[in-house]
């Protein structure tokens, strides 16, 4: 594997009685694509969530570039909001709504991480949300209003303004799972080109083909477990775990049957 850019450790999370993520280790190079797979409730959105520090775990540690964060007596829930936000700065988390600010513009949006989280001069984040915009292909939407888009549009826009914070890593929890089916294939194609690009990242995803394609290595989980990872040929075509090869007889059914 190449350099390491994200190591979880024996990372664990409950809400109440409910164990969601029992003692999760992960590693993840540096310019790799790892794609989480699994059943609803499995925990891979609350580990993506956990990585991100927006969900904070109760055990365990996570590495993301020279940042190690230890999860023993809650001790990430004690730092200030500005620690919190300046690490999250380096996980850029694209979710499965879109989540953008209603009242500005699409550059503004995209502007808007960069002003308030780095303090960067206006004239400055706007070059930079214009540079993003014309890859993710909305140069064009930059002055219109976010109830004028289509919901890719809306997905690409949300890649966009993650991006802007440069960050180290993108998360992208079922990013496309919200779309209308003809409008999924242009948001995974920039989520291909940033992996061609050698961004490292972790997908949450229901696109099987997609993960196949794209993701150096893939996870199955299940009950808050890491059931079988490896590469993602073999996972996907070849599992050697009988629940892994029965989640993915049922997806593929289910999508041959639509």
């Keep these: 594997m190449s350099e390491l850019m994200i190591e979880v450790d024996n990372l664990s999370k409950r809400f109440g009685d409910h164990v969601v993520l029992k003692d999760i280790s992960l590693k993840v190079g540096k310019g790799s694509v790892v794609a989480m797979i699994g059943p609803s409730g499995s925990g891979k959105s609350t580990l993506l969530r956990c990585i991100n520090l927006l969900t904070i775990p109760d055990g365990g540690k996570i590495r993301v570039g020279a940042r190690t964060m230890s999860f023993q007596g809650g001790q990430a829930s004690k730092m200030r909001e500005k620690d919190l936000a300046s690490y999250r700065a380096t996980t850029g988390m694209v979710f499965q709504h879109f989540n953008l600010f209603p009242h500005m513009t699409v550059v503004q949006n995209v502007m808007e991480g960069p002003i308030s989280v780095k303090k960067v001069p206006k004239p400055e984040a706007r070059a930079l949300a214009m540079e993003l915009l014309t890859r993710v292909g909305l140069a064009d939407k930059a002055d219109t209003y976010p109830d004028k888009l289509s919901g890719g549009q809306k997905q690409r826009v949300a890649i966009a303004r993650a991006l802007a914070l440069r960050p180290d890593v993108m998360l992208f929890d079922e990013a496309t799972s919200a779309l209308d089916p003809e409008l999924v294939g242009e948001v995974l194609s920039v989520m291909r080109a940033l992996a061609e690009d050698g961004m490292t990242m972790i997908l949450v995803t229901h696109e099987i083909a997609f993960a196949r394609e794209v ?26 775990q009988a629940a892994t090869r029965a989640f993915l007889s049922r997806f593929i059914e289910a999508r041959v049957g639509r």
């Design 215 to 240: 993701a150096d290595q893939v996870i199955f989980m299940r009950d808050g477990v890491v059931v079988e990872a490896g590469p993602a040929e073999q996972v996907i075509d070849h599992p050697t």
